[in-house]
């Protein structure tokens, strides 16, 4: 069920309906689950019962680990919830490609290993590292243990964030449990506005340039060097506004429901630096590689070579994590490579101009999508090859859909800035059109449209009414979702 | 911010929220409120149904016979960026049309009427430049998106009677000839023991939701446009089906492709209808392969020896150059519909049979 689609539509409607009716918070949270498992089931119903049966193990052991002082005993509970998760992980996700990578080695001496053909439950990246941060933070002493297995459940089966994140941590959204929080008239306005802001990201650019980056990135020997820097910026474009038009999308949906998520995107193609990409794009998964990966290793405390390492070594898992395929950590690899120089660059105390900063990681970062779009190493040399080879014939077009959507992420980021750094006390444009700009501890600055006046109702019809008429008619998935 | 610290500021505004859970506006200001909510939408209405009737400024009709959907003016802008005129007739306006010249019809489907490509930029309409000097010729394209040779097999006597024209050049494709003549919706052939016949539908008799929804149609060139996405939506790639394991992406039910279809057997019936006076201009898809429907019908030429035009002996061309004949900067490349360059190359094709055939004195 995507979210862009009419059956998520309808899905969410009576959703909000059924919860709008239900008073006690109890019975809410328990339609709100039941809710959640319909919506994965929507997905694929065979693997409900590893999403339930994580939550399961990973509730008893956090449950185990609080209870005893004996650290040992709490250690081994933390073990077994880790190998429990990443064992599923590893097992649906990465058999083939370790099997495939195999047949690589044993292919010298005439033998291979069949491969397994293990179907990839969806969303399960998402789940497994939302579920894992509840036990370490247990381990650490960080959180307290759920009480119940049915909010434990809840957390974990959200459907909001359940296929394609943000990855929300335990302790941000447990304690909203607690609260009778449901849909209101204000979170409905609120969370509203930004699934309509998250659905124009996703049909009237993503969706749209998408077929385009996929011509290209098909067979980029046949294409001019012009038109394989067009299918980059294309793709450049369509994973921005596909992973954060869902990211919006679910931050909308979770507060339309009456819970707050955290935010997972900050314009991250007006970084100055590889480490501020890293801190506004997909910002759920860098902090939690962050705090459970990169600082248990050592972080930065164990010397420059070490923290060299753990940067590599981190963002090659991170790679990793986003698929099975070399691509993906070749792509890890250069994040890695690029995070270590620009660390050098910094102890050396070495200064570059913001403008030639940004320009310089916009283009590092398009350029490392060409390892993570690319469906294998040929692939990506003969993408690589066509960029660098200009005057060697091809196919050429001018797909006017490109420099459209350039026009419009260019504009987003300027209503962006304007938002980032316009006063939350209303102005006369503000006023005119309804408009408000709100600060949200978790979810950051966020723009709410409004029907009380005039141009506010004009401004919110026309919106809605452009995505509907020229957005892509055609449900297609989320890019993030098959990660 | 520590999570301890979120959770509190969450629990704060959960409290808030509960207790106030909008911010009601003041008594005195809840109508005038709704008031300006009322018009805002109203007045966003008006102005995409202003924007939508200038685009189709045209006459929004159906084919009495065939009932498939004719529009006698429309600007596009979804695939290429032009206008589009037809008369009463349905026939494309062309810029120049030479009166007292010999008529040649041209039939086919959206490749023919070529929405995307503005009136003078139609081959019908370069083909007539082009033989304008000593072989004038007037091309009354009478394209129609969606037609196929049933459709063209049941209005030949009509056009022939309306239009009178000397010679038919007929625009074909692979799926024409296979399973769009065969489509069950719509006029189409059925093969029963060996032979062909024509299936004309029953006009259709609508219901009273389809009634009122046609009548709003009619009314609003918003509804009209909004309805007909609706439906393409629903036709279209959809998401994965309830409780079924995988990602399905979805395809239009079309007649299986296997079937044999009677090309040979289709071409002879639309020659005799036309009076034995046709050119037959195959457009087959750039860069794939010659596919086994084109064989059939470059050999029924060869052994009728009817006039015929492959589109294909004009690719080379345009893979030497890096272009396409299909596809527009605002769809898709080698994609589609006939582009200015392809129609100037179908145009090429076209006006050299013609002089061809008037030399030989066949119109």
Known sequence: MVF?????????VALLLLLSLIRSNESRKRALCLASCLFYAAWDFRYLGLLLLISGIDFVAAAQIDQTELPRRRRAWLVFSMVTN??????????????????????????????LHVFLPAGISFYTFKSMSYT?????????????????????????????????????????????????????????????????????????????ADAVFQNPGAWSCGMAWTGLIAYTLQIYCDFSGYSDMALGVAQMLGYDLPENFRMPYLSGDVSEFWQRWHITLSQWLRDYLYIPLGGNRKGPTRTYVNLLL??????????????????????GAALCVHRAWRKFGLRMPRLAGQVLTLLFVSLAWVPFRAVDAAATKAMLARLIAPGTGGSHWVP?????????????????LWIERSSTERNILQRAFNLEIKDHPLSGRQLVFGTNTIGGAFLTTSIVLIIALFGATSASPFIYFRF | MTANHKAEELERIGGKEAISPTTPLPKGRRLPAIVAAVCGIALSLLAFEMAFRLLLFGKEGRDPVTHLPVTTGIHRIGEGFASSHRDHQGVRLSPNPCSGCPRVLVIGDSYTDAFQVDDTEAFTAVAETMLAGAHPVRLLNAGVAGASPADYLVQAARYRRRLQPAWTVIELNADDLGRDAFLPDKVHFRQEGGRLSLVVPAPYEYGRITQTLGFIREQSALANYAIARLDFARQGPKGPPWFRAGFDSGTRSVPQASQFYPLEHELSLLRSAYGNRVTFLFLPLFNTPIENEEIRFERYCRETTTSCLNFRESFEGFQRIGTAPYGFPNSRFAGGHLNTAGHVAV???????LRRLQQNGLF
């Open chain 1, 314 to 335: 981190t963002m090659l898992l991170g790679g990793l994590w986003h698929g099975a395929g070399w691509n993906f950590v070749l792509w890890g690899a250069l994040h």
């Open chain 1, 136 to 212: 370490i933070d247990v381990y650490r002493r960080e959180l307290r243990p759920c009480r119940r297995l049915f909010d434990y459940a809840m957390f974990v089966s959200f459907f909001a964030d359940l296929i394609a994140g943000p990855i929300v941590r335990a302790s941000v959204f447990l304690p909203q449990l607690e609260n009778r929080v449901g849909p209101t008239a204000r979170r409905l306005q609120e969370g509203g506005s930004l699934f309509v802001i998250g659905m124009g990201k996703k049909l009237l650019i993503a969706d749209q340039i998408g077929p385009i």
């Open chain 2, 347 to 353: 145009a090429r094709l076209l006006a050299m049979e």
């Open chain 1, 4 to 12: 862009s689609s009419f059956r998520f539509a309808g899905f969410l």
């Open chain 1, 400 to 416: 006017v859909t490109v420099i459209a959507a350039l026009m419009l992420v260019a504009g987003g980021h300027v209503a962006g």
């Open chain 1, 86 to 115: 990443l064992g599923c992980l590893a097992y649906f996700k990465y058999t083939d490609f370790f099997i495939h990578s195999l047949n690589g080695v044993l292919g010298v001496y005439g033998r291979e290993i069949p491969l």
